[in-house]
């Protein structure tokens, strides 16, 4: 007998129709088990001789009322977009039954005997690889690129490409596949370029060491092969938008899962923010201290303009420096509700260039203050590097400073550590000569001043060359030799693969704008 607003229907909607009922009270019926799923769904999967999945799909906000109005509920669009699956060839489980409950909309599916993409190559392919290892891995991602490109070549986009929404079963030489998680999947006459993107940075990512940029471009040749659809300069662009794009959100979730644990986020009226544990910060926030107030108990002022101040906070525990960012306005009201206002991407940045590897000071925190609706006063907090100066006062105070600075290999060491930034899609935005900090006698330097850091969108993008430009022009007004600069390029284009011919062209702008504004800008204070 079926329970008050319970409705199945389908091919096998008899067959299921008790099953379903219990799964729909979250109860389990003989030979069922619960997976792992997201948190807007239940699944539970049928084992032995008879292989199926009930899915369950959960409300996920207020508005999937209205979309299910509009669109349909989320078990129609998986069984239309199914549907269309199929008609095109392409390998989907097939959907036996489908219903509501009290709560939501479920389906019931076929099984697939496979596991998702990621998992198979966690479990089989984790290095190091035979020979024989290496030549199966590039039969799949042969296949995988393939399948992709048959799906886009059919106008279909899936709605949410993570690797582990395809499936993978391996039958004697051959790999079988099927598309899970359909949806959210929208079908095109002509695909948009931003949702290739998508399903190609959605599928690509992985760990370097799982999917290495080899890797990725086998598989994208084996994928344009069945959808050619893009010119060598497109197809160039389109390569660089997944690559940087996967590494950024690999960065997020190591950021989110493995350095996240150790700060924690807080909430008043006044404040919002987030702090490193057992920092000097910490205790001050944990004791509900005003920011402002703390603020001004430095007597020790680093740097001030009409919007930024920084102060050198003495601590018991260690020396800390405060940036204070003072502004007002609908424009910076708005950079703040988006999350972009400039202590917050010093916290988010410094995060992402400590875990490149990139020499930073310890991001120790940061706060907003909520003064009115249009004012905002925000802070960042990072370690006092004690034994350091600037390179631009070594240079100025050092009296063998050229023979120092070869003597270091500080130029070249320099030159990696930028073109490993902007390998991995990022950019400084100011790499004056004063925004490097150096231990005198170990030669070690951090990088500071982050806050006009930004993810560039190219290869060589017009930021990259702006840092290259500014770092070059302090060189060139020290008066260090045209060897050194040219070493410094030297190994910049070596270690990126690039043409030092073009970047020199590329870069050259730059520094005669630079160069120029400076020689103006002496000029003034001159007269």
């Not at 910490?282 to 430095?298: E, R, V």
């Amino acid at each position: 007998m079926k329970a008050k607003n319970f409705f199945i229907h389908g091919e096998y909607a008899n067959h299921y129709q008790d099953e379903a009922m219990i799964l729909a009270n979250r109860s389990l019926p003989a030979g069922w088990q619960w997976v792992t799923s997201s948190k807007n769904s239940v699944v539970a999967e049928k084992t032995g001789d008879e292989k199926v999945f009930y899915k369950e799909f959960l409300q996920r906000n207020n508005f999937e009322e209205i979309k299910a109005f509009l669109n349909g509920s989320r078990s129609k669009r998986a069984r239309k977009q199914s549907d269309i699956l199929v008609s095109a060839g392409l390998p989907t489980p097939k959907i036996l039954c489908w219903g509501k409950n009290n709560r939501s909309v479920f389906i019931i599916t076929q099984g697939f005997d496979g596991i998702g993409f990621y998992l198979y190559l966690l479990n089989y392919f984790s290095p190091p690889l035979s020979p024989e290892k290496v030549k199966e891995k590039r039969l799949l991602l042969k296949a995988a690129g393939s399948l992709i490109g048959k799906l886009h070549q059919a106008g279909i986009v899936h709605g949410d490409l993570r690797q582990n929404n395809l499936l993978v079963k391996k039958e004697n030489n051959n790999f079988r596949f099927s598309l899970i998680d359909n949806e959210r999947n929208r079908k095109w006459r002509y695909i948009p370029h931003s949702q290739i993107a998508k399903n190609l940075t959605q599928f690509s990512i992985a760990s370097h060491n799982l999917l290495s940029r080899t890797d990725l471009m086998r598989l994208f040749t084996a994928y344009k092969s069945n959808y050619p659809k893009f010119s060598i300069n497109n197809e160039k662009k389109l390569l660089q938008t997944v690559y940087a794009r996967k590494t950024l959100r690999i960065l997020r979730s190591n950021i989110k899962f493995y350095i996240a644990p150790n700060c924690k986020s807080f909430k008043n009226k006044m404040f919002y923010g987030k702090y490193l544990k057992d920092s000097p910060v910490a205790k001050q926030f944990m004791q509900d201290a005003d920011p402002d107030k703390w603020f001004k108990t430095s007597s020790i002022t680093l740097k001030q303009d009409k919007n930024i101040t920084i102060n050198l906070l003495s601590e018991p525990d260690g020396d800390v420096v405060a940036k204070r960012f003072v502004s007002n306005g609908f424009l910076f009201y708005v950079k703040t509700w988006m999350k972009k206002e400039r202590a917050l991407n010093l916290w988010n940045m410094t995060h992402f260039f400590k875990e490149l590897g990139i020499p930073v000071a310890l991001p120790l925190g940061y706060i907003v203050e909520k003064k009115d609706l249009l004012n905002r006063t925000t802070y960042f907090y990072s370690q006092y590097i004690a034994e350091a100066k600037s390179l631009m006062d070594l240079s100025q105070n050092m009296k063998y400073f050229s023979n120092w600075i070869e003597n270091n290999n500080t130029i070249p060491r320099f030159a990696l550590v930028l073109s490993k930034l902007h390998s991995n899609g990022f950019c400084h935005g100011d790499t004056k000569w004063v925004n490097i900090l150096v231990n005198e006698n170990s030669g070690k330097f951090w990088l500071i001043d982050l806050d006009g850091a930004s993810f560039a969108k190219s290869k060589l993008a017009r930021s990259m060359l702006k840092d290259l430009g500014r770092f070059i022009v302090d060189m060139i007004e020290i008066g260090l030799s045209d060897k050194l600069i040219d070493n410094f390029l030297m190994v910049y284009c070596n270690a990126r693969v690039l043409s030092k011919e073009l970047v020199q062209k590329k870069v050259n702008p730059h520094i005669s704008k630079i160069l120029k504004r400076h020689k103006k800008n002496r000029k003034d204070k001159s007269v």
